[in-house]
């Protein structure tokens, strides 16, 4: 031990942060010094969703611990180059939101490319984690559009993971 | 004018000698990638990238909704479109028009022309070039055995929308003809959606000579001399040079001079290359194909005459005038063009890819290489397998083939499961008919069989 914050320190002291921020207490904790991951869970309010789908497309970004079958972070992935709309129309709420419930095939938003509507469906049951591009962006071919996790029964999930994220 | 980006619609060694050709001009240049061709790409080439798509061609760098919607988002006023993939698809440069995005290259019309084989020959022979005997547009079964019968064999069945050495099959004799016939319309309809076929005389052994041209919007066109293209193994080119060991300059004037007569009437702009066939025995040459794009073996011409062929295409696509005239173009020299592939000569040149642990391109005086390839780029499966091209520089054939064989002798490529035809290549270019500069379009056939029967399990 010596007087220097070590990484699992600064995990710790993230994590702290987050509890205040989350809506009820944390159920599960999981903190990672190896690729600095933190997973915090809290008991989820309202009926427990169906069993989602444990498996995660192969392309995924490292951020599923070595036992986290169940409550894995799936990213949405622009399907062509486009540009990304999170809304069916101009004025028409967003698809999704975080937080949002999704269905497996749900639409969650409409890559359009030569002028074509190509609609962006989630591959996994689960819920919104973060909308990681704008209304409107222009987008690339595979970019991540969202994140969605694979909820166990009667749980949500919060992950924080520095860098490794475009 | 000059682009102040561009878009470089290609892969590979073309789409790195693009790049370098934007920066001397100060364009911004945006690289696009497939996802097999990442690691090769992101953060290597160009001034930006653009993921187009998945590793396979036809969703990525044949997928022209990709390449335009990538060029529009990100801003490019043209698209250079390089030499294979959608060079020569009068749609794409269609579209691009339709986008507000230059194509580089000529206008749609004249590349369906050139597209269309039994179109282009029609065209060529009313403007007065000489074509072989054979039929101008498609025919059926009946009429294409008369006219195979009239022309006299061997005959060459084509397919009209074939291109690249792909979709044409000889027929020697008679009785093998309804078989030929039947299978490249087939093959036609496969590759190209389109079995139209078109028929010539064959030449068993020929001269592959072709013209570079020139020409701007403004009515200018000129040629920059010849290359022969000789060394062929089943119509893919292995090895090149500027100017042709085989023809005279008085020759050279009239093949030239039917290259300007077939590129004007066409309406032709930007860089082009008409290809002939020349007849060892009687001197005759004969109009084949016209390519409406750069070629790989473009090199060459820019060693012997000082000028670079795809600055002058990016000008010319923003309207200036040519930078040179006729009597500008003054070569000097001789240049070789080597094309290393990673392919395994003794085993019917299959494709080798594989990663490359070692990769030391050859150098020193009058040594050009052009490549994409560094140590630690993974040679993909998906597309061609051209790693690098080597261009030697002499003041004579002699001296240009002896540098040539020190730089391939330098040049180091090595991976598990990497092939390349360096070594076939240097046996080629050795050999006495290639030294003396009498090889013909059969010389490869030839040393290929002179290397001895091939191991059980070889791919024909």
């Known amino acids: ?166 | 004018m000059r682009f102040r980006s561009v878009l470089v619609a290609n892969r590979g060694e073309i789409a790195v000698r693009v790049v370098r050709a934007c920066r001397e001009l100060g364009i911004r240049s945006i690289a696009v990638y497939s996802t097999a061709d990442r690691d090769a790409v992101l953060g290597r080439l160009g001034d930006e990238q653009v993921h187009i798509g998945p590793a396979p061609a036809r969703r990525s760098y044949l997928n022209a909704a990709a390449l335009i919607e990538a060029a529009v988002q990100r801003g490019a006023e043209a698209v250079h479109p390089g030499y294979g993939f959608l060079s020569e698809d009068p749609d794409f440069a269609a579209a691009c028009a339709d986008n507000d995005l230059t194509f580089v290259g000529p206008p749609p019309e004249v590349i369906s022309r050139f597209g269309d084989k039994a179109a282009a020959r029609t065209a060529m022979a009313e403007a007065g070039l000489p074509i072989l005997p054979g039929t101008g547009t498609a025919v059926e079964e009946d009429e294409a055995r008369a006219a195979a019968d009239r022309i006299g064999y061997p005959v060459i069945i084509k397919a009209v929308a074939g291109g690249g050495g792909r979709g044409m099959e000889i027929v020697t004799e008679p009785g093998a003809f309804a078989a030929a016939y039947r299978r490249t319309r087939d093959t036609a309809r496969a590759l190209f959606g389109d079995d139209r076929v078109c028929l010539e005389r064959f030449l068993t052994a020929a001269h592959h000579i072709e013209v570079q041209v020139l020409c701007d919007e403004h009515g200018n066109a000129v040629h920059l001399g010849l290359r022969d293209c000789s060394a062929q193994r089943r119509r893919q080119k292995l090895v090149e040079e500027s100017p042709s060991p085989v023809v005279s300059p008085e020759l050279a004037d009239r093949i030239t001079a039917a290259a300007l007569r077939g590129a004007r009437a066409a309406g032709y702009r930007g860089a082009g290359t008409f290809e002939f066939l020349l007849d060892p025995a009687s001197r005759d040459f004969y109009f084949m194909e016209a390519n409406c794009r750069i070629q790989v073996e473009h090199p060459v011409t820019e060693m012997v005459t000082g000028v670079d062929l795809v600055r002058e295409q990016l000008l010319i696509a923003a309207g200036q005038p040519l930078s040179i005239r006729q009597e500008d173009v003054r070569p000097r020299g001789v240049a070789v063009e080597c094309r290393i592939n990673a392919e395994d000569p003794d085993h019917g040149f299959a494709p080798a890819p594989g990663p490359l642990v070692e990769f030391v391109p050859p150098g020193g005086p009058f040594v050009r290489v052009d490549t994409h390839a560094y140590p630690g780029m993974t040679v993909t499966p998906h597309y061609d397998s051209l790693i690098a091209k080597v261009i030697c520089w002499g003041p004579d054939r002699d001296t240009a083939l002896d540098r040539m064989d020190r730089a391939l002798a330098e040049l180091r490529v090595a991976g598990p499961g990497v092939r390349t035809t360096t070594g076939f290549l240097r046996e080629l270019i050795a050999h006495p008919l290639f030294r003396k500069g009498l090889h013909t379009t059969s010389l490869v056939d030839r040393v290929v069989a002179e290397r001895g029967p091939q191991p059980p399990g070889a791919h024909p």
């Open chain 1, 1 to 166: 031990m010596n007087d220097q914050e070590s990484p699992l320190d600064q995990l710790r002291n993230t994590a702290a942060m987050l509890f205040e921020l989350a809506p009820h207490t944390p159920s599960r904790i999981r903190l990672r010094s190896g690729d600095a991951s933190i997973e915090v869970h809290w008991p989820q309010a309202g009926p427990a969703p169906a069993t989602a789908p444990a498996t995660a497309p192969a392309p995924a970004p490292p951020l599923v611990t070595e036992e986290a079958a169940d409550d894995t972070l799936v990213a949405v992935r622009a399907p062509l180059l486009g540009t990304f709309y999170r809304s069916p129309a101009p004025e028409a709420p967003p698809f999704v939101t975080p937080g949002d419930k999704v269905e497996k095939g749900q639409q969650i938003g409409i890559v359009e490319s030569m002028k074509l509507m190509n609609p962006v469906e989630s591959a996994v049951a689960g819920t919104v984690v973060e909308v990681l591009v704008a209304d409107a962006a222009p987008v690339e071919f595979d970019q991540v559009l969202l994140t969605v996790t694979t909820a166990g029964a009667g749980d949500g999930c919060a992950e924080v993971f520095p860098g490794g994220r475009s």
